[in-house]
């Protein structure tokens, strides 16, 4: 099972959005890294839900729930995503910066990448952070 974190702005679409969803099309993602994100994924893996904009903070874990899929004519693709669960307390970007394991995530060094993979030990630092 791999990990991924899949950042949404919260006025958009946030994680109270996708619980009363129960689920929703990671659909509209435009950039080549990011898709190639979205086609590795797998039914299964999990991924953090991270709030960008204002809030800038990882609040829940989805589940993804169908591997990808043509979203659209172009080449682009999407998957459909699910919630698991809300995290216990949430971990904020100024968090991730300063937590030892977390220096070469992905998202920090990318920090425009909507969709990107999580290691298996940055997702355990990630968790002890929210206190799972």
Known sequence: ????????????YGWNDLVRDGGT?????????AARHLRA???GDDAIF???????????????????????DEGWV????????????PVTLAAMKA?????DMAMLRQSRLSVSPV????WAVLMELAGE
């Open 99 to 103: 937590a030892d394991g977390l220096q």
């Open 50 to 72: 991270y709030h960008s904009g204002k809030d800038k903070a990882a609040v829940g874990i989805a589940r993804i729930a169908r591997a990808a899929q043509a979203d659209g």
């Open 41 to 43: 994924m797998a039914v």
């Open 78 to 89: 999407s998957v459909r995503v699910e919630p698991d669960r809300a995290l216990p307390r």
């Open 1 to 12: 099972m791999a990990h991924w974190l899949l950042k949404s702005e919260p006025d958009s």
């Open 25 to 33: 099309e990671w659909d509209g993602v435009r950039n080549h890294a």
């Open 119 to 122: 290691t298996d030990a940055e």
